[in-house]
Nanobody, 117 residues
Framework: QVQVVDSGGGLVQAGESLRLSCKTS????????MGWYRQVPGPGTQLELLATMTGGVNIHYEDSIKGRFTISGENVKKTLDLHMNSLKPEDTAVYYC?????????WGQGTQDTVSS
């Protein structure tokens, strides 16, 4: 079992920056992929992939956040931070960290980020 705790959300103004943190515990040696997702408010909204880190080395960013968001992590401790810059009101969402051992996906509880205009 793996426990995932994501934190760091809050209320910021447009143009500001925010850093979200993801920490894991339990059987973390099995974790191979970590990533950040978000879900914007509203009925029927989908969970949106933002970025992933595979094997502690390979990083992938979705086009929607390239140039504004970056991720960094510590492969032994299995932590993953999401650095968000130039935030926009449309970035308002609940952000989730995910850790996967390729058989099971573990999710954090989510952290709310609100960007005011």
């Amino acid at each position: 079992q793996v426990q995932v705790v994501d934190s760091g959300g809050g209320l910021v103004q447009a143009g500001e920056s925010l850093r979200l943190s993801c920490k894991t515990s339990g059987d973390i040696s099995s974790i191979y992929i970590m990533g950040w997702y978000r879900q914007v408010p509203g009925p029927g909204t989908q969970l949106e992939l933002l970025a992933t880190m595979t094997g502690g080395v390979n990083i992938h960013y979705e086009d929607s956040i390239k140039g504004r968001f970056t991720i960094s992590g510590e492969n032994v401790k299995k932590t993953l931070d999401l650095h968000m810059n130039s935030l926009k009101p449309e970035d308002t969402a609940v952000y989730y960290c995910n850790a996967s051992n390729l058989a099971v996906r573990y999710w954090g509880q989510g952290t709310q980020d609100t960007v005011s205009s």
